[in-house]
């Protein structure tokens, strides 16, 4: 069967209608007069929240109605009653308008209208914008007209096309106008002082080179008295960009600029009374900025002085003085002396000295005030600072001249004591050496006695029994008389010791070549050993340093305490030689380093040792190590004094037992006696 065209072309033209109205904004239903849904679109789905299932045709308006009162949307209670309550207006078909705050705080316009003879139309606007919008502008008109009330401005509106001026009842009641005043009214009242200061001021922002009216000018109130005005406004510009308006607010500043001149005043009373004093002064704000400064601050940075000037950062100028080589103490670590120096600014802890380029040295003190401020004072102390200097080498040389008459002193007392000591021991050697002088030679005499007597006993017929006692008696008598003698000898040879040890005299105190004097100690020890002893014979090692050079000393002395030193390591080593057999080498190594101001000398030898229960006692007087006989006890005692007390140096010994004994003697090159 064929289809019929015409009602195609309806077909197509409903479905072009319905889309149509998918498209608009706005919600709509249309019911029928039994209040059954004919038609909706989608708005009227999506702003209502419905589900597709209540938007078909032939749905009940009741089932729609209670969908809703079911969510809430009709508020809180019974939703048989509310369904009830909505479907009973709806009934009376009469037009109806409302609107509700839905899901999604949003505001919608509901709208009923009845339709004659065909049922009843329900649209839904989304209104959210437009009441938004509506309360803004309320809430602005509101908000103007509250600022115009309240502030302390006034507030003109100035139409430049007609020339009418608006000006707030603040503006009438600050000069006191009444009435209606146009532009020229205003002009007029300006002072004949700032007229043309005005006049400038509005030109230049009506032709555009400047954005806005600043300006500050007098004006004549009511009472003819003029005040002050701080005149801020801005022009509203057509499309060609001519001013059209100009809208504005108007300030009394007459007390502000009362205040201002009366402060740039005491300014400059403060400005007059900081350039009248010695110190250099300088204002900071909380920001580290400079405020004021006078010129004896600036002279400081005489390189730099054009970066010291009011709204510079302290650390700005500082950095570019320390790249100018102002600081010599931040040659070396400009980042770390900046860093220094900015963290006693923060925390200022008393004053601090500088040092400048210039010779200058200044005394710094920053202050912090409770507002974040800062101050600082700069003292010239360069005459201070030279004034301590000379005080502190006069100082310094007083307590030099007094170290120096410690030591001459003390080497008197030291000279005194050995020159006791020498008299003392060359009396009692004096003393000694007569009696002893006989004991030997009476000793010998009686030797030769008992072999007298030997020979007489010889030719008288004696028993045998008489013969042997007194043949045994005569040799044990030999025999006694010969150990008096041998210990004779002895006790002669520590009498000529000590009478060498007591020699008076300390010879000449003079520069000498400490290498010279140990060399001469070394062959001056080991020919003398030698000679007392045949067959003497030991290992030398010399590591003498040729830049230890000269030093004060007496020369005499101190070969009298390498002597000492070094005859020591020869017993030493040659008795541990004894010990150990043949396979033993003896050796002494003989050193000098140069220490810069003191020298220093080793005398080590690879003999016995110190053991370490009497190390500490080896520079007491008459302590010896040695067996009677064989030594005074007195060498290491008096070196000791020659080298400490007489010469002002060190004398020290590290030893291991059974392997070596070093002395370490350090001298200084200079003396200070």
């Not at 339709?115 to 009843?120: A, E």
């Not at 900015?342 to 500088?354: D, F, H, V, Y």
């Not at 080298?643 to 140096?649: A, F, N």
Request: proline letters at 4%; a negative charge.
């Amino acid at each position: 069967m064929p289809h019929d065209p015409m009602a195609l072309d309806l077909a197509d033209a409903a479905r072009v209608e319905s889309a149509a109205l998918d498209l608009l904004p706005s919600g709509i239903g249309i019911f029928n007069n039994d209040f059954n849904l004919v038609y909706a679109n989608r708005s009227f789905r999506e702003l209502r929240f419905l589900p597709e299932r209540l938007c078909a045709p032939g749905t009940r308006l009741e089932d729609i109605v209670r969908h809703i009162a079911a969510r809430g949307d009709y508020g809180a209670g019974d939703v048989d009653a509310l369904v009830k309550d909505r479907m009973t207006d709806i009934l009376t078909l009469k037009p109806w308008d409302d609107e509700q705050d839905i899901e999604g705080r949003r505001r919608l316009s509901i709208r009923h209208t009845p339709v004659p003879s065909l049922g009843l139309m329900i649209t839904y606007a989304d209104v959210t914008q437009e009441r938004a919008t509506e309360r803004k502008l309320r809430e602005n008109d509101e908000r103007y007209s509250r600022v115009t009330d309240a502030v302390a401005e006034g507030i003109y509106d100035w139409n430049i096309v007609d020339n009418s001026l608006y000006v707030s009842d603040r503006v009438m009641g600050i000069f006191g106008f009444e009435g209606q005043l146009t532009s020229g009214d205003w002009y007029a009242r300006v002072h004949p002082d700032q007229a043309e200061i005005y006049r400038d001021t509005l030109r230049e922002c009506f032709r555009g080179k400047t954005a806005k009216v600043v300006c500050e000018y007098r004006i004549k109130t009511r009472d003819g008295d003029y005040r002050w005005v701080a005149d801020h406004g801005l022009p509203i510009r057509n499309t060609a960009g001519r001013a059209i308006r100009l809208v504005g607010c108007i300030s009394d500043i007459t007390s502000e600029k009362s205040l201002r001149e009366e402060l740039d005043r005491a300014r400059r009373q403060l400005e007059d009374a900081l350039e009248s004093i010695g110190e250099g002064f300088v204002l900071f704000d909380s920001q580290d900025r400079i405020v004021m400064c006078n010129s004896r601050y600036r002279g400081w940075f005489t390189d730099i002085a054009h970066m010291v000037r009011p709204g510079n950062t302290f650390e700005s100028f500082m950095r570019a003085a320390v790249e100018n080589g102002m600081f010599p103490a931040a040659a070396n670590d400009p980042e770390g002396f900046m860093a220094t120096v900015l963290a006693r600014r923060r925390n200022p802890s008393g004053p601090r000295e500088q040092f400048l380029r210039s010779g200058i040295w200044l005394q710094i003190s920053d202050y912090k005030m409770k507002d974040g401020s800062h101050v600082g004072v700069y003292t010239d102390i360069t005459e201070q600072k030279q004034r301590q200097t000379q005080i502190a080498k006069a100082k310094s040389e007083a307590e030099s001249a007094l170290e120096q008459l410690k030591a001459a002193q003390q080497q008197l007392i030291v000279q005194g004591k050995l020159a006791s000591l020498g008299q003392l021991t060359a009396g009692i050697a004096h003393e000694i050496k007569n009696p002893l002088n006989f004991v030997n030679n009476f000793s010998a005499l009686s030797v030769e006695l008992v072999g007298e007597i030997n020979d007489v006993l010889a030719r008288v017929t004696l028993d045998r029994a008489t013969q042997s006692d007194l043949d045994e008696l005569t040799q044990v008598l030999k025999s006694n008389l010969e150990k008096v003698v041998q210990h004779g000898k002895r006790a002669d040879s520590i009498v000529k010791n000590m009478l060498q040890h007591s020699r008076e005299g300390y010879g000449e105190h003079r520069p000498a070549d400490i290498n010279a004097i140990l060399e001469e100690s070394l062959n001056l020890a080991y020919h003398g050993a030698r000679a007392e002893k045949a067959g003497f014979s030991i290992a030398f090692q010399r590591d003498l340093d040729p830049s230890v050079g000269i030093a004060d000393v007496y020369p005499q002395e101190i070969t009298r305490v390498l002597l000492n030193i070094i005859s020591n390591g020869f017993y030493a080593a040659m008795k541990r030689k004894a010990e150990a057999g043949d396979r033993f080498e003896p050796m002494l190594v003989a050193a000098t380093k140069n220490l810069g101001d003191k020298v220093e000398i080793r005398i080590r030898d690879n003999g016995t040792g110190i053991p370490e229960a009497i190390r500490d006692k080896i520079f007491h007087p008459f302590f010896t190590t040695k067996p009677p006989g064989e030594g005074t006890g007195l060498g290491l005692s008096m070196s000791h004094d020659i080298i400490v007390k007489q010469h002002g140096g060190s004398i020290d010994v590290d030893t291991e037992p059974g392997i070596f004994t070093e002395f370490k003697i350090v001298l200084p090159r200079t003396s200070k006696i």
